[in-house]
T-cell receptor, first 109, second 115 residues
Framework: LAKTTQPISMDSYEGQEVNITCSHN???????ITWYQQFPSQGPRFIIQ?????VTNEVASLFIPADRKSSTLSLPRVSLSDTAVYYC??????????WGAGTKLIIKP | ETGVTQTPRHLVMGMTNKKSLKCEQH?????MYWYKQSAKKPLELMFV???????ENNSVPSRFSPECPNSSHLFLHLHTLQPEDSALYLC??????????????FGAGSRLTVL
């Protein structure tokens, strides 16, 4: 059964590194794992996408182990504006995009 | 502004009403999606259109009826809804390509309340 699982919520402080891990068993072998960020009253916004090992862009890094059964979104030096809900998305088969329930990240001063 | 525009942003309707949600994108994407987002639940994929043909219909009740007249426009027609249909309805689009199918651009959503 395809399922994407992530923690419901996390707290951290400004300037810290935050890591959010998502579990996704049995994902399609040739497709990507994607993370989105959502603020209130907005749709989700693409953050980063990866297939294996490590991907880094200007806002985040994504770590994917060789078995691809999980992935970790890493946000370096978070600020208050990073308070949002973060979603993991895995591709299980043709158009079977399975979303996690979202991790509500709260950044404190 | 993401390039995907949804109207209306808010809609209140009675159970006997008929209304429509509209989505428009001019990003050159060839796939469009309707999602339902309810509190504390994962996003629920409702419909997918690729090249204006419906490719996915996740057992959505017939009181929701999608329409994709062209690759830039997507509608969700609503009739005889139930209060449990109250939710945020999100439209998204994606570019061609397999990996591109994961990179969705979302609109801001239409907040629907059914009385």
């Amino acid at each position: 059964l395809a399922k994407t699982t992530q923690p419901i919520s996390m707290d951290s402080y400004e300037g810290q590194e935050v890591n959010i891990t998502c579990s996704h068993n049995n994902i399609a072998t040739n497709d990507y794992i994607t993370w989105y960020q959502q603020f209130p009253s907005q749709g989700p916004r693409f953050i980063i996408q990866g297939y294996k090992t490590k991907v880094t862009n200007e806002v985040a890094s994504l770590f994917i182990p060789a078995d691809r059964k999980s992935s970790t979104l890493s946000l370096p030096r978070v600020s208050l504006s990073d308070t949002a809900v973060y979603y993991c998305l895995a591709f299980y088969s043709n158009y079977q995009l399975i979303w996690g329930a979202g991790t509500k990240l709260i950044i404190k001063p | 502004e993401t390039g995907v525009t949804q109207t209306p942003r808010h809609l209140v309707m009675g159970m006997t009403n008929k209304k429509s949600l509209k989505c428009e994108q001019h990003l050159g994407h060839n796939a469009m999606y309707w999602y339902k987002q309810s509190a504390k639940k994962p996003l629920e994929l409702m419909f997918v259109y690729s090249l204006e043909e419906r490719v996915e219909n996740n057992s959505v009740p017939s009181r929701f009826s999608p329409e994709c007249p062209n690759s830039s426009h997507l509608f969700l027609h609503l009739h005889t809804l139930q209060p449990e249909d109250s939710a945020l309805y999100l439209c998204a689009s994606s570019p061609p390509g397999t990996s591109g199918a994961n990179v969705l651009t979302f609109g801001a959503g239409s907040r629907l309340t059914v009385l």
